[in-house]
């Protein structure tokens, strides 16, 4: 959010006055704020597309999550696959939704893609602050954000890597759409 900040910062100007009274700063920040007010949007946008396009695959292939799958390993037709009936995930709750593709995995690539591309770069010094406790972290990266948001979805045990990389894909092609189509620069 820094980076965002002193972005919009870098763009202002100084405080000359126009024949009207209004300051070109006064001025810019107005445009500088819809500006990024069409950035916010353009991720808002990207973050919902690559939600129902995830949501929509999910029912389409309606897919075991890893909790069901290691149980009840030993009825899928396969006799070398052995169930284990006391495992379980290592995060408290596995979502009552199929599991593929990971829905974490369509948004956070879509709304990290949007900022690298307000930012113009792929670093975006983005920091999610801690909420319980554990210290909060901090993203050098777009792609350093999607991969730990993928692996700690694998890691808990909510998701297999098939479901984690298709979702990262859903979520660049729904970005770079939505970007290419409805947010276009406008000629000065």
């Given at each position: 959010m820094g980076r965002v900040v002193s972005h919009?910062?870098?763009?202002?100007?100084?405080?000359?006055r126009t024949a009207e009274g209004s300051s070109i700063a006064e001025t810019l920040?107005?445009?500088?704020?819809?500006?990024d007010l069409a950035w916010l949007e353009a991720g808002v946008?990207?973050?919902?597309?690559?939600?129902?396009?995830c949501f929509d695959a999910k029912y389409h292939y309606a897919f075991w999550r890893p909790i069901t799958a290691i149980r009840a390993g030993d009825t899928d037709g396969n006799d070398a696959t052995v169930g284990d009936p006391a495992w379980s995930t290592l995060l408290a709750a596995t979502p009552n939704h199929p599991e593929y593709p990971s829905a974490h995995s369509c948004v956070t690539p879509a709304g990290g893609g949007v900022i690298a591309r307000f930012l113009g770069t792929e670093q975006i010094d983005f920091t999610v602050p801690s909420v319980t406790g554990?210290?909060?972290?901090?993203?050098?990266?777009?792609?350093?954000?999607?991969?730990?948001?993928?692996?700690?979805?694998i890691w808990g045990g909510i998701h297999f890597r098939s479901a984690v990389e298709d979702g990262i894909e859903i979520g660049k092609k729904t970005a770079n759409q939505v970007l290419a189509h409805h947010f276009k620069r406008s000629e000065p």
């Open positions: 919009g910062a870098q763009r202002r100007r100084g405080p000359t920040l107005v445009i500088d704020a819809s500006a946008r990207g973050k919902q597309c690559a939600c129902r396009t554990l210290g909060d972290r901090i993203f050098a990266r777009a792609k350093d954000l999607q991969d730990e948001v993928g692996n700690a979805r």
